[in-house]
């Protein structure tokens, strides 16, 4: 069946840092692609999403490609900030409109 | 609109005890989804609806969960009999379905402890 995999955390990083998160899927068909961010006790929210091959989700800061050929979107963010510390999910939306999630990987930031 | 609206926020029970979590759905989405988060398993898909009939309910772990969408706005997650096992933090969230251009919207979560 479908699956999310991604990076396992925890991730500590100092401020202005590069960041990846690597996250990989395996689906039928075209799915859509996301990545949700959880703050501390709050629910997810979407940070990116990316609907077909090539296509590049941005917002805030952060960036993703979907890449078909390498069933791939890896989060990235050029310089972060202590405020990025949260949990981030990747997550597909396959044909049936389920949405599957990845195990989560937890990003912390030092100042 | 509010969002999607989960209650209640927190819920504290005794073991063997039946419990009943609510949800409100963004008004006008079609599809809606219960999780679970554990530290241990993560985000785990329990049961998902579309146009208010359960699509897919392999995630539910035993038969002491159900779930019910009598209608558009309003959803259940029922546990009876609870164990200390099913203590975790259960979302829900909502869904405007166009093909697979989809967003879910997630609620605040209910925060379960069963002692």
């Known amino acids: 069946g479908d699956s999310v995999t991604q990076m396992e955390g925890p991730v500590t990083l100092s401020e202005e840092a590069f960041l990846t998160i690597n996250c990989t899927y395996t689906a039928t068909g075209y799915p859509s692609l996301f990545w949700y961010v959880q703050y501390p006790g709050e629910g997810l929210q979407l940070l990116l999403k990316a609907t077909k091959a090539d296509d590049k989700g941005s917002n805030k800061g952060f960036e993703a490609t979907y890449r078909k050929e390498t069933t791939s979107f890896h989060l990235e963010k050029g310089s972060v900030q202590v405020s990025d510390s949260a949990v981030y999910f990747c997550a597909l939306a396959s044909s049936a409109s389920k949405i599957i999630f990845g195990s989560g990987t937890r990003l912390s930031i030092r100042p | 609109?509010?969002?999607?609206?989960?209650?209640?926020?927190?819920?504290?029970?005794?073991?063997?005890?039946?419990?009943?979590?609510?949800?409100?759905?963004?008004?006008?989405?079609?599809?809606?989804?219960?999780?679970?988060?554990?530290?241990?398993?993560?985000?785990?898909?329990?049961?998902?609806?579309?146009?208010?009939?359960?699509?897919?309910?392999?995630?539910?772990?035993?038969?002491?969960?159900?779930?019910?969408?009598?209608?558009?706005s309003f959803s259940t997650?029922?546990?009876?009999?609870?164990?200390?096992?099913?203590?975790?933090?259960?979302?829900?969230?909502?869904?405007?379905?166009?093909?697979?251009?989809?967003e879910a919207f997630f609620g605040q979560g209910t925060r379960l402890t069963v002692v």
């Open chain 2, 1 to 72: 609109d509010a969002g999607v609206i989960q209650s209640p926020r927190h819920e504290v029970t005794e073991m063997g005890q039946e419990v009943t979590l609510r949800c409100k759905p963004i008004s006008g989405h079609n599809s809606l989804f219960w999780y679970r988060q554990t530290m241990m398993r993560g985000l785990e898909l329990l049961i998902y609806f579309n146009n208010n009939v359960p699509i897919d309910d392999s995630g539910m772990p035993e038969d002491r969960f159900s779930a019910k969408m009598p209608n558009a």
């Open chain 2, 77 to 102: 997650l029922k546990i009876q009999p609870s164990e200390p096992r099913d203590s975790a933090v259960y979302f829900c969230a909502s869904s405007l379905v166009h093909g697979v251009d989809t």
